[in-house]
């Protein structure tokens, strides 16, 4: 449980409201309530990689670099999670992770990132879904602490075995943390119905450290 920038904030995300929301997590109660996760969205990174095909902050909106932020975020006693897509782009054209997971991996675990959220849009990627939260998974049992692997929309339970998109639940719970049981959960009463239906039809597939993910839930002032 925790706070993610994307809602918010959209690509305008920057290293002061991220700062300036985990203090309000700390200040409201929330971190002493189990909220500790502090997770920035698309967007914190920039649209091409390094000339050694590294991953790079926006210096404008990060300045002070990833590793900064989550040293900031650790001493209110939280964790910091970061985003990429399995895609050779992200959602907003960023780059993504397509043919650089394990590089990858080994970056967000230097710079103490402990959750990684990885999305499905966005340009080039694999032929089936699965091979990115593979490369992932294996890549990140490597580091020396671990870090929260969270998947986008994986789709109901299905006795056949993994497909793209749909029927992978049973499956992806050997591999990742947690993952998306519906499409994007909207502030709407319909899209919150569809989503705890889609939730509950996967519910056997969850167990303790594996989680069932119905989206972040949006709050509207009327």
Known sequence: MGWSSWNAFYCNVNEDNVKQNADLVVKMGLRDLG???????????TVNRSAAGKLVADPKSFKSGIPSLANYVHKQQMKLGLYTSQTAKTCAGRAGAFGHEASDAAQYCDWDVDYLKVDLCGGEKYDAVNQS?????RAFAKCS????LSVEYCGPDHPDGPTPLAGCGRWVASLVDL???????QPMWDSMYSSAAANAAMV????PGHYNDPDMLQAQRP
């Open 35 to 45: 909220y500790n996760q502090i997770n920035v969205d698309d967007c914190w990174n």
């Open 133 to 137: 939260w593979i490369a992932f998974q």
């Open 145 to 148: 602490s671990p870090t929260v």
């Open 179 to 185: 993952w998306r049981t519906s499409s994007d959960l």
């Open 204 to 207: 056997t597939v969850a167990r």
